[in-house]
């Protein structure tokens, strides 16, 4: 099973600021499988990013992702208030499995 | 526009059953694999089954295989979760997700979440 860490755990900036998320795989992952959403509180998680790189439908531009192999980055080029929340990375594995990373909140000052 | 809507929850004792369903509206149905996902009480996303577009296929997360049962009717545009054997670990939101596309690789849309919580 494919295990993916997430770093930070918290990451606390300013709107404005640019943001980035990592997400790392205890294995390689074809980019197609990897996926990244954002949840706020009480609400269910939103679909960002789907094939590593490619942004869902109506998330803004300053959203992008990013990487391969076994490291991948969702970068907020710049934050706005409505992005705090936590931030989740996806992956698909054979079997069929889905995983998901534990998190990285992000605070705004 | 695309809306999922689970029903369903509530409490119930360990050892015990709940069925969740899901309706959806806004896109067609019987196009899509369809997913279940959790969330323990401040924790992180936890996949749990998915079925295929047409019902013919069905995955599980190892700790719910063989009490829990993922279905569907797509006459009636509906996604079910049946759990059985409930366990403490089990309490948490449950959402139903839409498949992306036809690969399923990813969850484009969510439900609101319906809470189960497992406790004598």
């Known amino acids: 099973e494919i295990v993916l860490t997430q770093s930070p755990g918290t990451l606390s900036l300013s709107p404005g600021e640019r943001a980035s998320l990592s997400c790392r795989a205890s294995?390689?992952?074809?980019?197609?499988?990897l996926a990244w959403y954002q949840q706020k509180p009480g609400q269910a998680p939103r679909l960002l990013i789907y094939?590593?790189?490619s942004r869902a439908t109506g998330i803004p531009d300053r959203f992008s992702g990013s990487g391969s192999g076994t490291d991948f980055t969702l970068t907020i080029s710049r934050l706005e208030p409505e992005d705090f929340g936590v931030y989740y990375c996806?992956?698909?594995?054979?079997?069929?499995?889905?995983?998901f990373g534990q998190g990285t909140k992000l605070e705004i000052k | 526009q695309v809306q999922l809507v689970e029903s369903g929850g509530g409490v119930v004792q360990p050892g015990g059953s709940l069925r969740l369903s899901c309706a959806a509206s806004?896109?067609?149905?019987?196009?899509?694999?369809m997913h279940w996902v959790r969330q323990a009480p401040g924790k992180g996303l936890e996949w749990v089954a998915v079925?295929?577009?047409?019902?013919?296929?069905?995955y599980y997360e190892d700790s719910v295989k063989g009490r829990f049962t993922i279905s569907r009717d797509n006459s009636k545009n509906t996604l079910y979760l049946q759990m059985n054997s409930l366990r403490a670990e089990d309490t948490a939101v449950y959402y139903c997700?839409?498949?992306?596309?036809?690969?399923?690789?990813?969850?484009?849309?969510w439900g609101q979440g319906t809470l189960v919580t497992v406790s004598s």
């Open positions: 094939g590593a790189s």
């Open positions: 806004g896109f067609s149905f019987s196009s899509y694999g």
């Open positions: 294995q390689s992952v074809s980019s197609s499988y």
């Open positions: 997700a839409k498949g992306r596309d036809g690969h399923n690789y990813a969850f484009d849309y």
């Open positions: 079925i295929s577009y047409d019902g013919a296929n069905k």
């Open positions: 996806q992956q698909y594995g054979s079997s069929p499995m889905y995983t």
